[in-house]
Structures are given as C-alpha cells and as structure tokens.
C-alpha cells in the first residue's frame, strides 16, 4: 500500500513539474541543456553573415528556442541604409504574421461562446449578406457584372481564406486588383485616416473570387475578423489584443502604431538598387505606417509591429497549449482545433495543410525533410520575416528581415532547415 501511495506521489510530482514548465516564461539557456548543438548553431550565423556579405540580405534577427529556453537570439546587418546597426531588440513590421494574432483572438472570443464558426459573417456584419461572384469585368473602366454566390461566407472560411475574397494590391487577379482600387478599398496597412470598419463595408459590396468554401484564395478575411472582434467583443481592435492577448504574454513591444518613445527600434524597410541596399520608397504604402500618419486603421491581417523575443512567447504560448506565464488564452482542445485541417486539399499540396490560423506541415512533409514534424505550424509577413514552431520537438525558429523587391534571398529555408539540423537529442 505504501509502495502505491509513493508511487502515486511521484506521479503527481512529475506532473506538477511538468505543468510548470509548460506555464514558465521564455528563459535563456546554453543549447547543449537542451539537446542542441552550439558548433550547428555557430553555423547558422555564418550562414547570415555571408548571406549579408553576399548582398541577398542587408540585415536579420534570429531567435531559437527549444523547450521554452532560448539557446540563440542574435542580430546581423544593417538596421536602415545608412549602416546602422542592428539590434536584437530592434521592431519589425510583421505584416501577415498579424494574422495568427487576429485569428487567436477570434478563437478566444469562440471559447466564450460569442458565435460559431459556421455563422455567417452577415449574421454580424449585414453588408456581406447575398454575397455575389465576379461574372465579367470591363477592362476599360474596372466595372463588373456579378451574379449570386450559392452560400453565404462564413466566419471559418474567413480564418482559413476559403471565403472567396480577393486581396486587392497584392492579389494574383489583375481584375481583383483594380476592382479594389476603384473601390477605395485599404489593402495592408495605411497612415490616411481610414478605420478597419470603412474598408470592411467597402469589402464587403464587391463580388468573391469564387464560391465560398471551394477554393483556398489569400484575403483580406483577417482585416474583417478584426472589425468583427470590435463587434462581438465591444472594444476597440487595437484595445483588445493589448488587454487579452498583448499584456498577458508580456509582449512590451507589438503594436500597430509604436510610441514615440520606441520609433527609433523600427527597423528601415529597404531595396536593392545594384549593389547598394536603400530605403524603400512610398509606393501604394508608406513605410513609415506604423510611427507616422492618422494611426486609425488596425489591420488583422498585416498591420502589427513586433520584435523576435515577443512573437516568440506567442508561439511558446500554444506550444504550451494555450497558457504562458500564468495567463491562459485559450484551452488544449482549442489550440489542437487550431492546428488541425481545416482545408483538406484546398491548401498548398501534400507537404501541408492550413488550420485556422497557420500552414502546418503534413506528414509527407515532415517526410520530406527540413521542414520540422508533422504538426509544425508556420508563416511569414510581406516584408521578410518567418517563423515555424515544431509541437513535437518544442522548437521556435524566428527569422526577421525588412526587405521589398526581388532579391536572391535563400535564408528562409536555410535557418529552418539548420535549426533542426542542430537538435542533436
């Protein structure tokens, strides 16, 4: 009987040990306590370093972890075109890395029992109600016939980009591309005095891509889940995710609009004219959205700023399964909804599939090699970062960049394929 109780104990022992390292913050650690190689990880940095020196890159942060311990978090490079230099700690523009953000407060307002998934978006926004697919287009003055989608858009094809909807500037569709430019409609991120409300029920008059549910199309189905958090939730975009999900995690440094006070941390966007890396220009966008302009318009799908350690504790967090230091944002059985398949076929090939708010890597992926286990959740941003995080071996692997324009630029899929190739337990 004694030996039942001990053993009994002993259990509860390693359980409570483990939750508190699955509830314990982001800590730095050497690599080898952790089953990584400190000469593989020397090697990644080479590898950035003659990146920069070869011109494909002008700078880069890289952060990796493992087991909720950083074992790297190094900076490279140019801050902005007149050599300054980088730092660990400097802010990125995420861009389409917002996405996941926007889709876990999404997620969190679900665990509330605020709607279904399967809802119609125009049960709570009424502008998306008889939705209507692109029947013609007239080149000469962007003007459309359309004719009416046989289902309505639901908030689930919202979050995996089923729903039809384009995404105007950046769109693969010429004709989508215009439509969106007569219609006023923001693509991205803006310093004009335009809220995310506006552009919604903009978006929401013009006609779909495709039926909704068929066909995975990328869209600005983000930027309405951001107006439709600031329905169902009462508060501002911007004021829910700094009290839910900002503060909770301790991410000090992510905003749509930085303070004045951290302006300087921005990092240059910049290109490449020959061989000298400059800043880029105002083209559809300002590049200084995010210290300058009317700081009105909060963009689920690419409007945050972030820096690597920050974006790193909201990965950490759903490795943990929902919770980080403390604060729990969403249960285990969401966050493993999340990271289920949510597309089927309709995403990318047999190497992934898409959730509700990541690429995950397939097992034919984890198959194929250097990209992680299956279950590894992943995306970037329009202007050079990516991230991945591995459930299996509890890696994060952060990699940002501010660049535009095209330029020969291998170190995305060299970090994540030498992050993996450093575990070495």
């Known amino acids: 009987m004694k030996s039942r109780i001990s053993l009994l104990i002993c259990i509860l022992f390693f359980l409570s040990l483990e939750a508190q390292q699955k509830n314990s913050v982001l800590t730095e650690a050497k690599p080898e306590s952790v089953g990584i190689s400190s000469e593989r990880l020397e090697k990644i940095g080479d590898m950035l370093q003659n990146s920069i020196e070869s011109g494909q890159i002008p700078g880069a942060v890289a952060l990796i972890a493992k087991d909720g311990k950083i074992v790297y978090h190094k900076a490279f490079g140019d801050a902005k075109a007149n050599g300054e230099d980088l730092e660990k700690e400097d802010i990125f523009r995420i861009a389409s890395q917002s996405k996941a953000i926007t889709a876990t407060a999404v997620m969190m307002l679900w665990e509330e029992g605020k709607f279904r998934l399967d809802d119609p978006i125009s049960k709570y926004i009424p502008e998306f109600k008889d939705p209507q697919l692109l029947a013609s287009f007239n080149e000469a003055d962007s003007t459309f016939q359309s004719i009416p989608a046989k289902k309505e858009i639901t908030i689930r094809h919202l979050l995996t980009h089923t729903s039809g909807i384009g995404y105007g500037v950046i769109d693969s569709d010429e004709r989508f591309k215009k439509i969106y430019a007569k219609a006023g409609i923001t693509d991205l991120f803006t310093t004009e005095g335009v809220t995310i409300e506006e552009s919604v029920k903009k978006l929401a008059k013009l006609p779909l891509h495709h039926q909704p549910g068929e066909k995975f199309t990328y869209s600005e189905g983000l930027d309405v889940l951001g107006y439709f958090i600031e329905i169902v939730s009462g508060k501002g975009f911007d004021e829910f995710l700094q009290e839910r999900i900002f503060e909770p995690l301790g991410m000090n440094d992510t905003y749509f609009y930085l303070p004045a006070s951290k302006a300087d941390r921005l990092v240059q966007v910049q290109h490449k004219e020959g061989d000298k890396w400059e800043a880029f220009p105002v083209t559809f966008y300002d590049p200084q959205y995010p210290v300058k302009g009317a700081k009105t318009f909060f963009s689920g799908g690419a409007g945050l700023s972030s820096t690597a350690l920050d974006y790193a504790k909201f990965l950490q967090m759903y490795l943990n399964g929902g919770i980080y230091n403390g604060n729990r944002l969403l249960s285990p059985v969401t966050v493993k909804m999340i990271l289920s398949n949510h597309t089927e076929d309709l995403f990318g090939g047999p190497e992934n599939f898409y959730?509700?708010?990541?690429?995950?890597?397939?097992?034919?992926?984890?198959?194929?090699?250097?990209?992680?286990?299956?279950?590894?959740?992943?995306?970037?941003?329009?202007?050079?970062?990516?991230?991945?995080?591995?459930?299996?071996?509890?890696?994060?692997?952060?990699?940002?960049?501010?660049?535009?324009?095209?330029?020969?630029?291998?170190?995305?899929?060299?970090?994540?394929?030498?992050?993996?190739?450093?575990?070495?337990?």
Request: charged share 25%; hydrophobic share 35%; aromatic share 14%.
């Open 355 to 425: 959730g509700l708010a990541f690429g995950i890597v397939s097992k034919r992926g984890e198959e194929k090699g250097g990209q992680g286990s299956e279950g590894t959740f992943d995306w970037g941003g329009y202007f050079n970062t990516q991230y991945f995080a591995d459930p299996v071996t509890d890696v994060i692997g952060i990699l940002m960049k501010q660049t535009r324009g095209p330029v020969n630029d291998e170190t995305g899929w060299k970090f994540r394929q030498m992050v993996f190739a450093s575990l070495i337990e």
